[in-house]
């Protein structure tokens, strides 16, 4: 097996320019994150208990998957970037935390501040703490400025790999601990497990685009794909399979972590990368088509990040809605696909809207001040 998986590779990079079964990849991940985050904010509205089921409760779980897919994906784009020395990272860190601000103010902020303004209630602008939260765009600021670092350091790949796994060493042993302060936790929050919305933190999930990015070295060197994935595909399909039921069985989703998926542990990671090759595998054999579906996933990876943040932004004033049209009632179980279906169509819409007519624009204003 090893020199036939040492046959797909070449000693030299051969495999350049744009990879399209990563952006095909993260066209479906893209559709996991607006399941998972429609069981999220619909979730609110369900009679209680309703959702305790093995089904939806394994169903959850199954997608958080496509948050380290789309990691592993951000380190492998770092190794084709033609932007890689330390001020081009510098300023894509700056360029995010941007994102960052404008995200959390549309998604946080605002619908907090209309529900305050409709029902005067005080408890309404508690929510709008979390636009200190450390979400996945958060950690992506962080994720570059660490490299950018690197690049400074003039580190290689085994030095990365081994201080981001110390890293995650020291984000488990830090699982939980507080400073005491409630706002230094919202600090410490960017970098470990401190409170409620230390979604990703820096020690746990920096191993992540670290190994996507040591995976990005040998992509350029990858010559021969079928071969590759024709051997690499069906074992990790067996592999995700056999975690996922042994989870089942010592009643425990995540092994490091247990229950609290935003502290994963290293053994989770080695898992979830597997869990990476089972949907880029999917996603290469489906590119290999020229068909519609393809297409669009093709164009929904090249757009993850704007679709990304509208669709938050449009679930969170959705949630607002459904405070104010259902009173009590409740939202049924089968409602949630609907609702990410319908989210995803005006996402990819105002999405397209950015990308032909807004953002021409607004780079033609700046060429014309420049």
Not at 51 to 77: E, H, Q, T
Not at 163 to 170: D, K, L, T
Not at 339 to 366: E, G, M, N, Q
């Amino acid at each position: 097996m090893g020199s036939y998986i040492g046959n797909c590779f070449d000693k030299q990079p051969v495999n350049m320019g744009r990879q399209r079964e990563l952006d095909v990849a993260k066209g479906i991940i893209i559709i996991f994150m607006l399941l998972s985050h429609a069981i999220e904010i619909v979730g609110w509205y369900f009679e209680p208990h309703a959702a305790d089921g093995f089904f939806w409760y394994g169903f959850d779980r199954l997608i958080k998957g496509s948050a380290p897919v789309y990691m592993i994906c951000m380190g492998i784009n770092l190794c084709y970037s033609k932007r890689q020395n330390v001020k081009d990272l510098v300023h894509r860190a700056i360029n995010t935390l941007g994102i960052v601000v404008l995200l959390e103010f549309s998604r946080a902020f605002l619908p907090c501040l209309i529900e305050w303004l409709i029902f005067r209630d005080p408890a309404s602008m508690i929510y709008a703490n979390e636009i200190v939260c450390t979400d996945i765009m958060q950690f992506a600021t962080i994720t570059f400025f660490a490299f950018a670092l690197f690049k400074w350091l003039r580190l290689g790949f085994v030095p990365m790999l081994a201080i981001s796994a110390v890293c995650s060493i020291a984000g488990q042993l830090l699982q939980g601990v507080s400073t005491g302060s409630v706002v230094l936790d919202r600090i410490a929050g960017f970098f470990w497990n401190s409170n409620p919305t230390s979604f990703f933190p820096f020690l746990n999930w920096f191993i992540v685009p670290v190994i996507g990015y040591g995976l990005g070295k040998l992509w350029m060197r990858l010559k021969d794909k079928d071969a590759f994935f024709k051997l690499v595909t069906p074992i990790s399909i067996v592999i995700t399979a056999a975690y996922y039921f042994s989870m089942l069985l010592v009643g425990r989703w995540y092994y490091f972590s247990g229950e609290d998926y935003c502290g994963i542990g290293i053994l989770d990671v080695v898992f979830m990368t597997v869990i990476f090759f089972v949907v880029v595998g999917g996603a290469y054999y489906l590119s290999k088509r020229q068909c519609i579906v393809t297409r669009y996933f093709d164009s929904l990876g090249q757009r993850l990040t704007s679709v990304y943040c509208i669709h938050w932004t449009i679930y969170c004033f959705l949630y607002l809605a459904l405070l104010c049209v259902l009173r009590g009632r409740y939202m049924p179980l089968w409602s949630v696909p609907f609702v990410a279906a319908a989210v995803l169509v005006v996402s990819d819409l105002c999405s397209r809207f950015y990308k032909t007519v807004l953002l021409k624009r607004i780079r033609k204003h700046r060429t014309e001040r420049g």
